[in-house]
Nanobody
Framework: FQLQASGGGLVQPGGSLRLSCVADGPQHYDYYAIAWYRQAPGKEREVVSCINNADATHYIDSVKGRFTISRVNARNTVYLQMNSLKTDDTAVYYC?????????????????WGQGTLVTVSS
């Protein structure tokens, strides 16, 4: 199936954005774990946040208290609410999905990937 990420853009430091990841085509979407990764220029890709099929969530330390991941299974959608954005959050953000949905989500090798959406935090 396909994943469609959207919601990126240019925002000033301290601002907010909400990213969306819509899945087109999976059966039993509620079985899946969903993750948000990001890759900044010159840096390795890192998992920012993820949510498994029991709604257990994970965040990297640098975004704890600022980002919130949530899912609406009826809409095949996962959101990433990003508040108090910093220049260090600038990156291309990707969503990923895997049917091993009950696992500890940052350790999953995600099978399905969407295209990226660019988030630029700058004054």
């Amino acid at each position: 199936f396909q994943l469609q990420a959207s919601g990126g853009g240019l925002v000033q430091p301290g601002g907010s954005l909400r990213l969306s990841c819509v899945a087109d085509g999976p059966q039993h979407y509620d079985y899946y774990a969903i993750a948000w990764y990001r890759q900044a220029p010159g840096k390795e890709r890192e998992v920012v946040s993820c949510i498994n099929n029991a709604d257990a969530t994970h965040y990297i330390d640098s975004v704890k208290g600022r980002f919130t991941i949530s899912r609406v299974n009826a809409r095949n959608t996962v959101y990433l609410q990003m508040n108090s954005l910093k220049t260090d959050d600038t990156a291309v953000y990707y969503c990923a999905a895997d049917r091993a949905g009950g696992s500890y989500c940052p350790f999953i090798l995600y099978e399905h990937w969407g295209q990226g959406t660019l988030v630029t935090v700058s004054s």
